[in-house]
């Protein structure tokens, strides 16, 4: 495990063609290698956010044109992956699911969404991924030759249990991809990843796709790092960019020594745990 480690966010633009953004993948996990052990791109990247579509982009683990090409970057530009989220099929049942890939084009783990995004806010935004998606029902920490890293997907962020849950599993970085919409994202976006990464002094890493005004779905962009004490590392504006960040565990061995929230639970009064 590596005690420090440079990261990098895709925040890349998704169109409807699915060649075009597996491409446009590529092309920015060759930029961002160069400059990173771990590249992340954004939810549902090779896919438009639209519930009625998730079906015909989706592929088979086994069989997909899409993480293929993942693997063989990740093999090529010897750096780990974490591919998002794609829709998958798999008996039946479409998932929105993400993949990590290490440096030797291997998938190590793997995780569905847990939450399925069903809202309806009134005058603003309504969506609800379970007319075609499948609620996946495992908590994710992938060990990793960086060290312990959680996934979760989106709307999985506004759960608290989950995050506390990864992190004591022995999570160092929770990563996030994740496509908050022009209502919810302004105001909840980045005080959700700072509060998870303060609840659990950890780094939260949320990669969302780049914002497009032309969509059925506007996703807010702004992906970001925030570090164990509730610092935002590096933020994207709404376009297409990658930002860098170093995660340092030296860094969260410090802010849990000096402020021991972890240590400080009262198990005796509560108790979490995972079925």
Not at 14 to 23: A, G, Q, S
Not at 109 to 138: C, W, Y
Request: proline share 4%; aromatic share 8%; net charge neutral.
């Amino acid at each position: 495990m590596k005690d420090i480690f440079n990261l990098a966010l895709c925040q890349m633009q998704v169109v409807f063609e699915k060649k075009k953004n597996i491409t446009n993948a590529l092309q920015m996990i060759k930029e961002a290698s160069s400059h990173s052990d771990l590249v992340v791109l954004p939810e549902m990247w090779n896919c438009p956010y639209q519930t009625d579509l998730f079906p015909l982009y989706a592929e088979e683990k086994e069989n997909s044109p899409t993480l293929n090409a993942i693997s063989k970057a990740a093999k090529r530009e010897k750096t780990n992956i974490l591919a998002g989220s794609i829709p998958e099929k798999h008996n039946g049942k479409i998932y929105n699911s993400s993949f990590f890939f290490n440096s030797e084009g291997e998938i190590i783990g793997s995780h569905r969404k847990i939450h399925l995004f069903d809202i309806d806010v009134p005058d603003a935004v309504s969506f609800k991924e379970s007319q075609t998606l499948t609620a996946g029902n495992k908590v994710t920490v992938v060990d990793t030759e960086l060290g312990k890293i959680g996934i979760c997907i989106c709307y999985d962020i506004r759960f608290p249990e989950l995050f506390r849950l990864m992190a004591l599993e022995g999570a160092r970085l929770i990563i996030v991809p994740g496509a908050f919409n022009m209502a919810t994202g302004p105001v909840h976006w980045k005080s959700l990843i700072k509060i998870r990464a303060v609840d659990n002094q950890v780094y939260v890493a949320a990669v969302s796709p780049a914002r497009n005004d032309k969509s059925s779905y506007v996703a807010y962009g702004h992906s970001m790092v925030a570090d164990p004490w509730g610092k935002v590392e590096n933020e994207a504006g709404s376009a297409e960019e990658i930002i860098y960040v170093t995660i340092d565990d030296s860094f969260t061995r410090k802010v849990r020594a000096e402020l021991p929230l972890l240590k400080n639970r009262r198990e005796d009064v509560y108790h979490l745990e995972k079925k």
